[in-house]
């Protein structure tokens, strides 16, 4: 049974190292780590984009329907690709603000649901009145101050990808020494 897990534990210990060094730089240098998936993520649109439009002049036949798709979507994808290389901070405020606003909007209405729960019943009320409370705070800082913010989320996401492949990791080597240690035992 050991060949069978070798391949799957490599691929997961990979994997798990591939979390933890990108936890790191998302901690370490979360503004620039943003601008680099900016700027990976424009690249790859305006790829993409110019692939369609390419693809649509190099074709002879084409489907009708099928047509002012595939081009549309390749000039979407080339502007969207074109945006996200020389505006990464305009892309970064805006996706931000909008996330605010749902934050926001979402956090009201649980510390409604809160203050309804404290009505009828004292159970469980305060952890929702409070988790609703630091969320809405978030969405604020995410409309006004939306770099900070931003920044804020960005070393959390790292932390948890740290944490989590830490704990992969950990895991892969507890079963592996518990798997050698049978062996050893059954020889």
């Known amino acids: ?3 069978m897990t070798n391949p799957f534990q490599k691929i997961m210990m990979a994997t798990s190292i ?3 060094v990108l936890g790191l730089i998302l901690i370490i ?4 780590a943003r601008q680099i998936i900016c700027y990976l ?11 369609r439009i390419i693809d649509y002049f190099a074709r002879k036949q084409h489907s009708e329907g099928g047509v002012q798709i595939g081009v549309a979507l390749g000039i979407a994808c080339v502007v969207l690709g074109l945006f996200l290389l020389f505006k990464a901070n305009t892309v970064v405020a805006v996706l931000a603000g909008v996330i605010g606003v749902a934050v926001v909007i979402d956090s009201i209405l649980r510390l409604q649901i809160a203050l309804n729960l404290r009505r009828v019943t004292a159970a469980g009320w305060l952890a929702l009145f409070i988790t ?4 809405l705070v978030f969405g604020i800082l995410l409309l006004f101050n939306p770099f ?12 948890a990808l740290l ?3 830490a704990f992969t990791l950990w895991g892969l080597i507890k079963t592996r020494s518990i798997r050698d240690r049978r062996t050893v035992i059954i020889k």
């Open 1 to 3: 049974d050991t060949h």
């Open 18 to 20: 591939v979390y933890m």
């Open 29 to 32: 240098w979360p503004d620039q």
């Open 41 to 51: 993520l424009g690249a790859a649109a305006l790829l993409y984009g110019l692939y």
């Open 132 to 135: 609703a409370l630091v969320t």
């Open 148 to 159: 900070n913010a931003v920044k804020v989320a960005t070393i959390v996401a790292g932390a």
């Open 163 to 165: 944490v989590d492949g």
